[in-house]
């Protein structure tokens, strides 16, 4: 079996990682992790330069780990780079937790010193930070990925190369790597906090993991190996799907539509449409209920923290919830009702010419109106004649005659034919549209809030 210099080297190769002319910035903890890295490097001859994080969390702990940090630079002859951040701040600031802060802010500082002018003097080289995440830390996060539902993307884990990013210790598991360090005698500091199972990873490192081991011996072994064949598996899921977008997917300005009948059509058309709306920040739990409106009635809509999916018609459309499209329902002949934000339309063709006091009832000529029709929520500009009028009015000034608080002014919706307004909903129809003497058939729409 070779020994771990040899296969690190080996696996920096077969990734395509580095060569030795690229400027190296590695992530040291002073965990044995970080520091069998530095290590190997060192003995390959690489040369390479140290950034630690002091996040301030465990006291005298946090201070021995960057002390022993300095020491480790010393060794190596590296340039060393140090930062205390105030992480308690960050969190309270931002309202996350620990560990997304700590994450946030050392990728942020790494990230600054790969492109400070220091970095980038070098003609031809590559800058790259260096990681000592393993191959247990890939299972770990391959399983949580699994529980947490990512698809396919989250199963082929951590990527020995992601843009500036590398990680070569991924072939090897944590046990090899503290044998590495004690037949040679390497010093290194332990994190107390990774005796600590309140944090997700640490559960599964010292819970979940140790219990399938008592079953399947080699579960993590078996699960490592099955990480190389999901990373080709994503190769080939991703061209078939992006063929699958192009197919389905019709950009209109900011808006995205899909037509209802082909993607219901299209086989593993639920898996398609999961990973259609994951950029859009839809959960894998919300796949079922935009499927579903591929069967509901036009009006219906999901959304995300983001963007809005509705059901128009024919097609499902994906828009940004701060745009106005997002606000507009199309209405066709055919359509019996109609929900949007404050409720739902019902249609209905009728011959009863009797007046309704409700303003939620609008009773229009039917003879007058072509589809489609228009719901949307009023704008500056609109106007209409309201009934009994002969002059027109601006809505704005209606919504102040009828002593529309401001809060709801942002809930009224207009129905529009021809850039004309029918109905202020549930508020007053236009004064041209209503029925008369001559009017044969009645166009009878009712709000339900």
């Known amino acids: 079996m070779k020994r771990l210099k040899e296969l690190f080297k080996d696996f920096i190769e077969q990734e395509k990682l580095f060569s030795a002319k690229d400027r190296l910035l590695v992530a040291v903890s002073g965990g044995v992790d970080s520091v069998v890295v530095c290590e190997l490097l060192h003995r390959i001859g690489f040369s390479f330069a140290i950034a630690h994080c002091n996040f301030q969390l465990r006291g005298e702990e946090s201070e021995r780990d960057e002390q022993f940090v300095r020491s480790l630079a010393e060794k190596y002859q590296a340039q060393l780079y140090i930062k205390r951040f105030d992480t308690k701040k960050e969190v309270d600031e931002n309202k996350i937790s620990i560990q997304v802060a700590a994450r946030k802010l050392r990728y942020n500082w790494f990230k600054d010193i790969l492109e400070s002018e220091e970095w980038t003097q070098a003609a031809g080289a590559k800058n790259y930070l260096v990681t000592a995440h393993h191959r247990d830390d890939n299972v770990e996060t391959v399983l949580m990925n699994f529980f947490k539902g990512t698809g396919i ?23 090899e790597l503290k044998l590495f360090a004690k037949t040679e005698n390497l010093d290194w500091v332990e994190d107390s906090s990774n005796s600590s199972d309140k944090y997700s990873r640490n559960y599964f490192r010292h819970q979940v993991i140790p219990l399938v081991e008592k079953i399947y011996s080699e579960a993590a072994q078996n699960l490592a190996d099955n990480i190389e064949r999901f990373r080709d598996i994503e190769v080939l899921y991703s061209s078939a799907m992006a063929k699958q977008k192009k197919r389905l997917l019709v950009q209109d300005g900011k808006q995205w539509q899909i037509p209802v009948l082909k993607l219901a059509q299209t086989p593993a058309g639920r898996t398609i449409l999961f990973e259609i709306l994951q950029p859009f920040n839809f959960s894998a739990a919300q796949t079922p209920e935009v499927w579903n409106l591929l069967q509901s009635e036009s ?5 995300s923290s983001t963007h809005r999916v509705l059901k128009n018609r024919n097609w499902l459309v994906i828009s940004p919830l701060a745009t106005e499209q997002a606000q507009i329902i199309v209405i066709e002949a055919n359509d019996e009702a109609i929900t949007f934000a404050e409720g739902k339309l019902i249609f209905k063709k009728t011959a009863n010419r009797e ?3 409700s303003t939620d009832i609008a009773k229009l000529d039917a003879s007058q109106i072509t589809f489609p029709l228009l719901l949307r929520k009023w704008k500056q500009g609109d106007y209409f004649y309201p009934l009994g009028m002969q002059k027109k009015k601006k809505i704005s000034r209606f919504l102040i005659d009828q002593k529309v608080s401001l809060t709801n002014k942002d809930k009224v919706w207009v129905l529009e034919m021809n850039k004309k307004i029918l109905w202020v909903v ?23 809030r």
């Open 153 to 175: 993307a989250g199963l082929h884990g951590i990527l020995p190369k992601k843009e500036h990013v590398v990680r070569p210790l991924l072939f090897a598991g944590k046990e």
């Open 355 to 357: 007046i309704d006091a």
């Open 299 to 303: 009006g219906k809509y999901i959304d």
């Open 426 to 448: 549930g508020m007053r129809i236009d004064d041209r549209f209503k029925i008369g003497d001559k009017t044969k058939e009645v166009l009878e729409i009712s709000f339900h």
